[in-house]
């Protein structure tokens, strides 16, 4: 098609309409003149001329391409700055930054890594031990989680992520996620020596026989811990654990309810000592 005559037409017809003052025909013009640039590829001017016609007549047609334009373009914008080179760059700048303790500059460098290479997962992991240096641990969640995306066979993602649950008491997520960890890189040292201390961590908060009253706090916050608790049903195997020794070995039998157990006891809901 040829959009350029499109939009030729369009303003002609927009001039007509804006002699006589006819709000609801240059509005029209607009629409049609934005649908040209938004189907040639000229967001930035399919985004003006839609806004304009909205000014002159909402339509839920207008809106509509409007949404789409300003999509297109902040996608256009986005892929027009990626630099794989300057990513390289910023890397460098952030883990200078990291090496010196300016943690919130390792995050800004790190941050324009990822805009400019968004399929390299390192700038994540890098991004994500920076932010468990501020205390930012769900930050650090969020981007190991995006790095797992990229690729699930990424040792340092699984790791930073368990260390920043330990690190906000939910010794459950992250005993979960050196387990996923593990199963796409089975005999991963790292992760078999993280497990292995986040398992020894679960039973010495066991023997101790006191309540860690942050550990406890996390797990009412977690909605996956509340569901378990809510369901009546589980509440009965509970209840026949705590007075039926043969009843708690048949339940345990059953994988589904010995990984809730399992869960509730990681998370300090639960003792079995």
Known sequence: KDFDAAVELAEKAFELAAATFDGVSMAKALNRSGTAHLKAGRFAQ?????????????????????????????????VAYINPELASEAKTAGNK???????????????????????DPAFL????????????????????????????????????????????????KALDTLEKGLAALPGNPALMQQLQQVMLAIQAQQSSGEADQERLEAAARDPEIQEILADPAFQTILQDMQTDPKAAANHLRNPAIAAKIQKLVAAGVLRTQ
């Open 46 to 78: 399919a985004v003006a001329d839609l806004e304009r016609s909205q000014l002159e007549k909402k339509t839920r047609d207008t809106a509509n391409k409007l949404l789409e334009a300003r999509k297109a373009q902040k996608e256009a914008e986005r």
């Open 97 to 119: 930054a990291f090496q010196d303790g300016d943690f919130p500059a390792a995050v800004e460098h790190y941050t324009e890594a990822i805009k400019r290479d968004p399929s």
């Open 125 to 172: 992991t890098n991004r994500a031990w920076a932010y468990i240096k501020l205390g930012c641990w769900p930050d650090a969640v969020k981007d190991c989680d995006a790095a797992l995306e990229i690729s699930a066979e990424l040792p340092k993602a699984y790791l930073r992520k368990a260390q920043a649950q330990r690190l906000m008491k939910q010794d459950h």
